[in-house]
């Protein structure tokens, strides 16, 4: 059970820090190419994604076609589970999926949570506070993190941190009530193992992830955290440019503190990606074959 509650405080991370919105960008749609013609709209196209539970436009928005191509490739061999390789945690969702998706596993993961939450409040707000610091630490000298990451995940940690404290995590009636929401969802989106990830393919699993977002955020707002009202407001504006590279300033609330972080982004074949986003998927897709 204390998985599962690290996810939800993971999932957090993830869904309101990867980049920020707008609401001058239009909804991502099945026809529309993928890639941003602006470099904010780098930063804003897979936010409004993130924003709209469309996880599959999120993975167009974020990488060129080839490269999108060749991480399919890779999610269907099991190589790869880019973008959940987002996540700290991603490489657990399967068997998150499937132990809630289980039968039986309200009352199992309600008698767990019994157990070793119900009304830890201090324990958990302990908890919370120390799981920043070491998080911080952890960000601030190790890791695959570039610069760029490093400053906007710092934040985000402290943020996370501090809201975790804070929500009522050891509300024992809330929990069990979240658990029945995120069952349902798992069971919903017929994802029980790696081997539904790697038969469905990335755009099919992300399309069958992205019911499992909106529960997921549904939960997070009612322990205090409004990841939807986070993503509509954030801003992106551009701060330099030199030829196909560029700098992208986010501003956005999470929880009670304000996030500001600049971010590289990248222009190829006309379109613009987050750097970062870039270096991620390049090495998840592993080197690209003459077939691709």
Partial sequence: MRNWTTFAITCSLVLAGCRGGDTSVSTATSTRPGGATTPAEAVLLPTRDLHDNDLAAFARDAVPPALHVRLDVAWRSGRSRWPLDELPLGAKVPAMLGALAAP????????????????????????????????????????????????????????????????PLSDAKRAHAAIARLATAARASGLRSEADFARLGMDDSLRRLSTFEKVMKGVLAGYGLDLDATLAGMRAS???????????????????????????????DGRWYVADFLRHAEAAAGPATPAQ
């Fill in 104 to 167: 039986g596993s309200e009352a199992k993961l309600g008698r767990d949570y019994d157990r070793q939450l119900a009304g830890a409040g201090g324990e958990l707000r302990s908890a919370a506070l120390a799981l920043g610091l070491f998080g911080d630490k952890y960000l601030a000298n190790e890791g695959d993190f570039s610069a760029d990451e490093r400053a906007h995940y710092r934040q985000l940690v402290a943020a996370a941190s501090r809201w975790a404290a804070n929500a």
């Fill in 238 to 268: 551009e701060v330099e440019r030199d030829g196909n590279h560029a700098r992208v300033r986010m501003q956005y609330r999470f929880g009670s503190r304000d996030i500001d972080a600049v971010i590289a982004v990248e222009r190829r």
